[in-house]
């Protein structure tokens, strides 16, 4: 095979690091850690409307171990292309109230494998108060910190009530 | 999914299938596919059941469902097993998202005496929705 020839055996290792390269790239981003990108108003006291680089774990939602107060970033349940960034405020079985600012107010108990997700700016976040409760499965990962503008840890943001 | 896998035939021999997993990352779905989804009451469990209706289409329901009729919300489809008597599915827990199913169910491969494409079958209790 005269054609190959020029480029020799190197070539054909390159090509082959490469592709197990990206492989692994894909893996890590798949199964362990992944950086991505956050936009828009609804989490704006956590997060910048500009956008902010934050960093999420997938062993969180695999593991089972999510609660009230982490913050996610799940596939939108109303369009599949996009992924959303919300915090979670009730686990399954969990009683919620839709929104506490109307008269009549209406309840709702979150259904085996959903969970309850809100943005925090609740004047302007479409959330589960338009959609429902998120399937579990739909859940990409727990975010834990963020790299750009600040550089720091997200913790759990629930505090619990105290009594006086 | 009864009469469409594993039905009295196979003597509960397991079916098996060829998977689609492309159609994940176009989610261009058809009305008739089979199509495999994580269940929405259980994110480690994956079932198997045909896509009946597409957002904007009107589906009447049967029983287990509280509603005679049900639009379907963007981004949300309505899934049904074939055996509707015996199957767990969107008239019990409603429309579910789209971005659930991760595989398109395309050939039956074993056993060789049912080798062959599923074919696509569309429901009769569906209005469909057309945008001009």
């Known amino acids: ?164 | 999914m009864q009469p469409t896998f594993n039905p009295d035939s196979n003597k509960l021999r397991r079916d098996v299938v060829l998977l689609n997993r492309w159609i994940a990352v176009t989610h261009e779905y058809v009305r008739g596919d089979v199509v495999t989804l994580f269940a929405p009451d259980d994110p480690d469990r994956v079932i198997t059941k045909r896509i009946i209706a597409l957002e904007g289409d009107t589906v009447f329901t049967t029983l287990p469902h509280p509603d005679k009729f049900v639009k379907i919300p963007k981004g949300h489809c309505w899934i049904e097993g074939d055996d509707i008597f015996h199957s767990k599915d969107s008239n019990e827990y409603g429309p579910v998202p789209l971005a659930l199913i991760n595989a398109k169910v395309s050939y039956i491969l074993l056993p060789f005496s049912r080798f062959g494409k599923i074919e696509r079958v569309e429901s009769s209790r569906v209005s469909v929705f057309k945008d001009d």
Not at chain 1, 9 to 31: D, N, P, Q, T
């Open chain 1, 1 to 164: 095979m005269p054609f190959i020839i020029p480029f020799g055996r190197s070539f054909f290792k390159k090509i082959e690091w490469a592709i197990k390269f990206a492989c692994f790239v894909h893996l890590i981003g798949e199964h362990v850690t992944e950086v991505t990108m956050c936009i828009g108003p609804s989490m704006l006291p956590t997060f910048n409307m500009i956008g902010d680089i934050v960093v999420l774990e997938h062993f969180s939602p695999k593991l089972k171990r999510l609660e009230i107060g982490d913050v996610v970033v799940c596939i939108s349940p109303t369009n599949p292309w996009r992924a959303v960034c919300k915090r979670i405020l009730g686990m399954p079985g969990d009683r919620i109230c839709i929104d506490p600012t109307v008269i009549n107010r209406k309840y709702i108990i979150v259904p085996r494998g959903h969970v309850w997700l809100q943005g925090d700016n609740m004047s302007n976040s479409t959330d589960s108060r338009s959609y429902g409760p998120v399937p579990y499965a739909l859940i990409r990962g727990r975010v834990f910190a963020r790299i750009w503008p600040q550089t720091c840890w997200i913790k759990n943001g629930m505090i619990p009530l105290q009594d006086e």
